[in-house]
């Protein structure tokens, strides 16, 4: 270990994180074996952002389509091209079709997936509002039969009914009538297409769905940790197979809502701890922790893909903003190796959830708790490294563990910043210290940029909400700063800031967390404008 002298920290790496995670990111420091991913993969793919049913808990908040399209909303022809070459390099063994929007909207795509990529099952996502008409949806299922069977292999295909009370707003149950009426007609023993129904605790639609059919039986699987694959562990919290007097069997998984909200009071910590409760107990039953790792049956570990409408693909609750991968300009090869390169990215692979935790509240326990209360599952990596200081702070941590266990390439190493490579070669307390001694927070971070009175304005927001740790000092430093430059509403302290609750404020704050890559943005759009 290199002992620190006095002046060796002149430069404090937490004053300026930017930098000293691009020395990070541009000298890729640990070594790693893919060999221990060799198993099979699953992806998760959101086509569209655009929905239209309106569900009270859906943290999307989808919209239906309004003026112009753009790649940042919904795949590309180029796009699924991408994909499909993306996941036919990935070795899948399960692709889950979900949304976002509604996806059995985007039709060519989804026929397009069944009949091209290779895996040994797909599962289609729907809310079923192309199934409220009996004709539409027989013409559907029939060309979803077509593509399975132009598949070289087959796969088993599962059409997957969200029926909730926040569905049936719009649609009733008239959706999973039909469906199960269809099949049991003429699908019951079609060897790979199956219907199942996804719904959530306490909700009454399954109820109300049941009591349409006389002499069904239940069979509760009292298996904790019940599979919904016979090849990979994809956990179902609760697993009900349903019989009908037809003889006609399909899968329920029942699930809670998770209470996802981006804008929680963190102040109330005794609100938010319902939520917190759901969010850790499904990353334990259903994920083991580890939310990037696929288990095999057979003890395998593959990678768990998420990849947003957008084309921003990473593992999953492992996305990290300065370090975004995006399939219209970044193949599987590129994507697996960035994000194996990354510390902060690797380390969640390789030691889960618990581990970046428990780094993370060394020095910022808040930015935890803000992860768990917000609970947006497929973006918690965004959630929990927002702050760049945060960030650079686990990165550092991280490769402080991997020098212990061996791990760091001494080559690369040697080519960083004198002071990021004596602090990587110290221990958790001279990073604490220089964390702590660095002034620089989320207001200085948003000083960085071009000032947008919106995006400040919901920033002061957050802060009044405590989404931050901020002196008294620092949040009138964030208001003087705020008043001095925008042209909207002035205040003279935090408490005035408004909660605006409007379709136009929540779809803000989703995008300041799942904005595409900037640079794939303007190459999907140049491609699109050329075709």
């Known amino acids: 270990m290199h002992p620190i002298r006095k002046g060796e920290f002149m430069r404090n790496p937490f004053t300026f994180p930017d930098l000293y995670r691009k020395y990070m990111l541009n000298s890729p420091l640990v070594t790693y074996d893919l060999n221990e991913f060799s198993g099979k993969s699953f992806m998760c793919v959101f086509f569209t952002r655009f929905c239209g049913i309106g569900c009270p808990f859906c943290f999307f908040k989808s919209a239906q389509s309004r003026g112009a399209i753009t790649p940042a909303d919904q795949f590309t022809k180029e796009g699924i091209d991408r994909f499909v070459q993306f996941c036919n390099q990935a070795n899948l063994g399960y692709l889950l079709i979900s949304g976002g929007g509604e996806p059995l909207t985007q039709k060519r795509a989804v026929l397009r997936t069944i009949a091209e ?79 199942q129904i996804h719904t959530f605790e306490d909700d009454k639609m399954f ?47 029942v699930s809670k809502i998770f209470d996802s909200d981006l804008r929680p009071n963190l102040h109330d910590y005794k609100g938010v701890q319902r939520t917190i409760r759901i969010f850790e107990k499904d990353l334990e039953e259903s994920e083991d922790n580890n939310s990037a790792v696929l288990y095999n049956v057979d003890g395998s570990k593959g990678l768990d893909w998420s990849l947003n409408y957008n084309g921003n693909i990473c593992l999953w609750q492992n996305q990290v903003n300065d370090n975004q991968q995006n399939i219209y300009e970044d193949d599987y090869k590129t994507v697996l190796h960035k994000s194996f390169e990354d510390p902060i990215t690797l380390s969640y692979a390789e030691k889960g959830q618990l581990y970046r935790e428990t780094i993370i509240k060394e020095a910022s326990p808040l930015a935890v708790l803000r992860q768990k209360a917000i609970s947006l599952r497929d973006y918690s990596g965004t959630v929990l490294f927002e702050e760049k200081k945060t960030r650079l702070y686990y990165a550092v941590r991280v490769l402080q563990d991997y020098y212990q266990e061996g791990r760091i390439n001494t080559t690369a190493l040697e080519r960083l910043a004198k002071e990021l490579k004596i602090l990587i070669t110290q221990g958790k307390e001279e990073a604490l210290s220089l964390y702590h001694n660095a002034k620089y927070t989320i207001v200085n971070q948003y000083k960085e940029i071009p000032f947008d009175s919106i995006k400040w304005r919901d920033l002061l927001e957050l802060i009044k909400l405590r989404h931050y740790d901020l002196s008294d000092e620092q949040v009138e430093d964030a208001l003087n700063y705020y008043n001095k430059h925008t042209t909207l509403k002035k205040y003279s302290s935090i408490q005035e800031v408004e909660t605006i609750q409007s379709e136009v404020t929540q779809r803000r704050f989703v995008e300041r967390l799942m904005y595409m890559k900037p640079s794939s943005l303007a190459i999907a759009t140049r491609e699109t404008v050329e075709v």
Request: proline share 4%; hydrophobic share 40%.
């Open 207 to 253: 109820e109300k769905v049941l009591n349409n059919f006389s002499g069904y039986a239940l069979d509760h699987d009292v298996n904790r940790r019940a599979s919904d694959d016979e090849y990979v562990i994809k956990v179902i919290p609760q697993k009900i197979t349903v019989r009908l007097s037809s003889g006609y069997t399909f899968i329920t998984g």
């Open 117 to 195: 990529v290779k895996t040994e099952r797909i599962v289609l996502v729907t809310s079923g509002s192309w199934a409220m008409n009996p004709k539409i949806m027989k013409r559907y299922i029939e060309e979803i039969v077509d593509a399975i069977e132009k598949r070289e292999k087959p796969c088993k295909v599962t059409i997957r009914l969200s029926l909730s009370e926040g569905h049936s707003i719009k649609l009733d149950i008239i959706p999973a009538l039909n469906l199960i009426k269809y099949f049991s007609s003429y699908l019951q023993k079609h060897p790979l297409l199956c219907f």
